[in-house]
């Protein structure tokens, strides 16, 4: 290799270092980056995943997707943040079809007679520098009830792809599905389901 094949291979080297560092810069863990605004959910890449126990064999995933919502958010009171989000039933998805068109009947989630799920925050109390809880109304089955979800920061930037100012959290939480009306087989089927929400907002 020459002197000068030698100078661009370590030129094209640098350059793609530096993009690869730029790239993994965009996402800032820094919960004092955060602006406050008002967030619309990316429909796109928020995702619900729920798990039970399956007979005690084995632990048993769906989720949903297509969900839409929005976050009023103010870091100087995050106290005050204010979340509701709308979820549709439909959109369960097992990976196997057959269980999905039994979840969307009557016997389980009753998508026709309910097809959204909703959650709209009632309070939020900061457990950390970058974690709170977060309370709220959860409707699911026709059936309202308080929840308590733990949510977690994650990062916030500019979207380099559609160049959106994002903000990104996880949330966690467990309900009971007998409590909102849902008994089907339990407690064959787990009665406790485990919540975890991928949950990136655009600023308005």
Do not use: C
């Not at 919960?31 to 632990?59: D, W």
């Not at 996880?170 to 089927?189: C, N």
């Amino acid at each position: 290799m020459t002197t000068l094949t030698k100078t661009a291979a370590l030129a094209l080297a640098a350059a793609l270092l530096a993009g690869a560092s730029a790239q993994a810069q965009v996402a800032n863990s820094d919960p004092a980056a955060v602006q406050s605004g008002t967030y619309k959910l990316e429909t796109n890449h928020a995702r619900i995943v729920f798990s039970t126990s399956h007979m005690g064999f084995s632990t048993w995933y769906g989720d949903f997707s297509g969900a839409t919502g929005s976050l009023t958010l103010d870091t100087k009171n995050i106290a005050g943040a204010a979340l509701d989000v709308t979820i549709p039933v439909a959109s369960v998805a097992t990976t196997n079809a057959i269980v999905d068109g039994e979840l969307k009947s009557p016997a389980w989630f009753g998508a026709t007679a309910f097809p959204t799920i909703t959650f709209k925050s009632t309070k939020v109390v900061v457990t950390g520098a970058a974690t709170a809880q977060v309370t709220g109304d959860l409707t699911f089955h026709g059936v309202t009830r308080p929840v308590t979800l733990d949510a977690a920061f994650k990062a916030s930037g500019v979207n380099p792809l559609n160049k959106a100012y994002t903000v990104g959290f996880e949330v966690k939480g467990k309900i009971k599905r007998s409590d909102y009306g849902v008994k089907t087989y339990v407690p064959l089927i787990g009665d406790d389901v485990d919540l975890t929400i991928s949950a990136p907002f655009e600023k308005k």
